[in-house]
């Protein structure tokens, strides 16, 4: 079985196996979270986002905006 994992940032990990793909506490935004005060380290401003449209699951450990970017959640496909 072939399997692809990608650190993109903060908490967020992409897994891809031949069989699904997952995103973990996906953190895009470019303001920030928490009224503009955290910024992801390291930055991850130019990461390949080429998966994105083939996404299966996004696993999300919590709510807060450092680990759930409702504006990247709203891109995805349905």
């Known amino acids: 079985m072939n399997t692809e994992i990608k650190f993109l940032g903060h ?3 992409y897994i891809k196996t031949d069989k699904v793909s ?3 506490d996906p ?3 470019k303001t920030g979270a928490f009224l503009h ?3 992801q380290f390291p930055d991850n401003a130019d990461i390949d986002m080429s998966w994105k449209n083939n996404l299966d699951f996004v696993c ?3 709510e807060h905006q450092d680990h759930c970017d409702l504006e ?4 995805l496909n349905s």
Do not use: C, Q, R, Y
């Open 27 to 29: 953190w895009f935004s």
């Open 37 to 39: 005060t955290w910024h």
């Open 11 to 13: 908490a967020s990990i």
């Open 72 to 75: 990247f959640l709203k891109t």
């Open 60 to 62: 999300i450990s919590h």
């Open 22 to 24: 997952i995103v973990t």
